[in-house]
């Protein structure tokens, strides 16, 4: 049974710097990993999306990388600024063609 | 999200009535999906369609029924509101495996 989580589960770190967040999973046998933010109350909004035959995709300030071989993804935020502070999740979609989540990490950046 | 509605954004109702939550998408996607978010259980499926009247069910769909009349259309109903289901409810979107999925803002559904 494919499982993912998340590491940290909260982080709090200053306005500027940069961040790596961290996501695994049990099962390399996934079509392909997904990068979400979840702002307070609000809806999921898509980050990033790692084709299984990919080893990163980059948005701006977002760089996620894809080691399918280890289960594992990082999400790099450059620079950070307090309006990145929100709930990051990261979901894989796995070989019955489910979405599996994990917990999500809480970013908080102090201005 | 853009191309994707959820209707309404909120609603109080009372245990024991039937409630219907709308999904309407304007990204004529094949896959639409319900999910609901609760404190310590992260999202969880409910239903999903893979086209217009082909439905199956997720790992939380006891309760709840669905129907896909059009591609752009997809209904979540409670038939029997009950406390258990007071969650916000999310629709999202997908063109396949390989895609990635898009998602509604979501319903925050209070049942009392």
């Known amino acids: 049974k494919q499982e993912v989580t998340q590491i940290p589960a909260a982080l709090s770190v200053p306005e500027g710097e940069n961040l790596v967040l961290n996501c695994s999973f049990t099962?390399?046998?996934?079509?392909?990993l997904q990068w979400f933010r979840q702002d307070p109350g609000k809806g999921l909004t898509s980050l990033l999306l790692i084709q299984s035959s990919q080893r990163e995709q980059t948005s701006g300030r977002l760089n996620a990388s894809l080691d399918k071989s280890s289960g594992r993804s990082t999400l790099y935020i450059a620079a950070s600024q307090p309006g990145d502070s929100a709930t990051y999740l990261c979901?894989?979609?796995?070989?019955?063609?489910?979405?599996?989540w994990g917990a999500g990490t809480k970013l908080i950046i102090k201005p | 999200d853009a191309g994707i509605t959820q209707s309404p954004r909120h609603k109080v109702t009372e245990t024991g009535t039937p409630v219907t939550l709308r999904c309407h998408q304007t990204e004529n996607h094949r896959y639409m999906y319900w999910y609901r978010q609760d404190p310590g259980h992260g999202l969880r499926l409910i239903h999903y369609?893979?086209?217009?009247?082909?439905?199956d069910k997720g790992e939380v769909s006891d309760g709840y029924s669905v129907s896909r009349s059009k591609t752009e259309d997809f209904l979540l109903t409670l038939e029997s509101a009950t406390s258990s289901q007071t969650s916000v409810y999310f629709c999202?979107?997908?063109?396949?495996?390989?895609?990635?999925?898009?998602f509604g803002s979501g319903t925050r559904l209070t049942v009392v």
């Open positions: 999202a979107i997908s063109t396949g495996s390989d895609a990635g999925y898009t």
């Open positions: 369609s893979y086209g217009v009247k082909d439905t």
């Open positions: 099962d390399s046998a996934i079509y392909n």
């Open positions: 979901a894989v979609v796995n070989s019955n063609y489910q979405l599996i």
